[in-house]
């Protein structure tokens, strides 16, 4: 069972990282189509960039939580933790490392998604290693909060995507 969650993690990683590259161009190769940029990075700043993480967790995590909550119980949440945890991983580490170089680098800036997307999965395979079955006895009701915390940064990204404010720095491109 072990193995099991190790390797859902992995193909996590793999695919959060395949499919948030290719996101960062999808806008530009649908032609700016406004409902694809929705989902991928419109600009460069860094509340675009942490779309790359988001959305192809959120897809391989909802299919996760179906194949493994039989035998890891607590993944829904361990899941949604995770993904806030790769999302704001993002600024985190950017502006850290942009504050002590005093500039961003193209692969700094690689290296920051890669371990956003790292970190977010280790945290997830951790946390549902360790959750013991009796810690989500009222699965339903915690499941339906962590949900919605989940859907309401989805639902930030769709109106900040069309909307941003744009005197902060995180709207902002560097």
């Known amino acids: 069972m072990r193995n099991k969650l190790l390797i859902y993690t992995l193909i996590g ?30 600009s ?25 909550q039989k035998d890891y119980p607590c993944i829904y949440k361990a899941n949604a933790y995770a993904i806030y945890t790769g999302v704001f991983s993002i600024p985190v580490l950017f502006y850290t490392y ?8 193209l692969a700094g800036d690689i290296a920051v998604f890669c371990l956003s997307v790292v970190l977010a999965f280790l945290s997830s395979c951790l946390l549902s ?19 919605a915390a989940v859907l309401l940064l989805f639902f930030c990204f769709t109106i900040f995507t069309r909307y941003p404010p744009t005197n902060i720095g995180l709207f902002q491109a560097p």
């Open 13 to 42: 990683i793999f695919f959060t990282i395949l499919t948030g590259t290719l996101s960062h161009f999808l806008y530009e190769w649908s032609g700016n189509n406004r409902y694809i940029g929705l989902i991928a990075p419109v």
């Open 44 to 68: 460069e700043s860094v509340w675009e960039h942490m779309k790359m993480v988001f959305f192809p967790m959120f897809l391989y995590c909802s299919i996760e939580n179906i194949l493994l």
């Open 98 to 105: 942009t504050g002590i170089l005093g500039k961003n680098y």
């Open 129 to 147: 290693k360790t959750a013991s079955a009796s810690s989500c006895k009222r699965k339903s009701k915690i499941a339906v909060c962590y949900y």
